[in-house]
């Protein structure tokens, strides 16, 4: 039950710290106006993976890597639907949110392996 509980948790906690990053990455790029799509995406990833493998009680890397396959759908499910003028032609958002996700969960399996040793645990 305990466990249930820790991920239910660090469920609340992953989506809580998207919402959060995503809002504060568009007002940031918005107030120095810079293309927004690809600086919430990649902020948004990155701090996703992170903050799944930092709150998960258990199973960190495959929690980063579980919720890095669900951003990168979402992340897919909402270019198509959100799509702005300025990125109407390109994909390039989408690899960059895919990128800035796949990078923060190499970084977390680095720390992993160097700080804790067992990739499973």
């Given at each position: 039950?305990?466990?249930?509980?820790?991920?239910?948790?660090?469920?609340?906690?992953?989506?809580?710290?998207?919402?959060?990053?995503?809002?504060?990455?568009?007002?940031?790029?918005e107030?120095?106006?810079?293309?927004?799509?690809?600086?919430?995406?990649?902020?948004?990833?990155?701090?996703?993976?992170?903050?799944?493998?930092?709150?998960?009680?258990?199973?960190?890397?495959?929690?980063?890597a579980?919720?890095?396959?669900?951003?990168?759908?979402?992340?897919?499910?909402?270019?198509?639907?959100?799509?702005?003028?300025?990125?109407?032609?390109?994909?390039?958002?989408?690899?960059?949110?895919?990128?800035?996700?796949?990078?923060?969960?190499?970084?977390?399996?680095?720390?992993?392996?160097?700080?804790?040793?067992?990739?499973l645990?």
């Open positions: 039950m305990n466990q249930t509980l820790g991920f239910l948790i660090s469920g609340v906690i992953v989506i809580f710290v998207f919402v959060v990053s995503a809002i504060a990455a568009g007002l940031f790029a107030t120095f106006g810079l293309w927004k799509k690809p600086i919430i995406g990649a902020v948004a990833a990155a701090c996703v993976v992170f903050s799944a493998y930092v709150s998960a009680p258990r199973f960190k890397l495959l929690s980063a579980i919720w890095l396959i669900i951003g990168a759908i979402s992340a897919w499910v909402l270019s198509s639907v959100f799509m702005y003028a300025e990125d109407a032609a390109t994909s390039l958002p989408l690899y960059i949110t895919y990128t800035s996700g796949f990078f923060t969960l190499m970084a977390c399996t680095i720390w992993h392996k160097k700080h804790i040793g067992e990739v645990r």
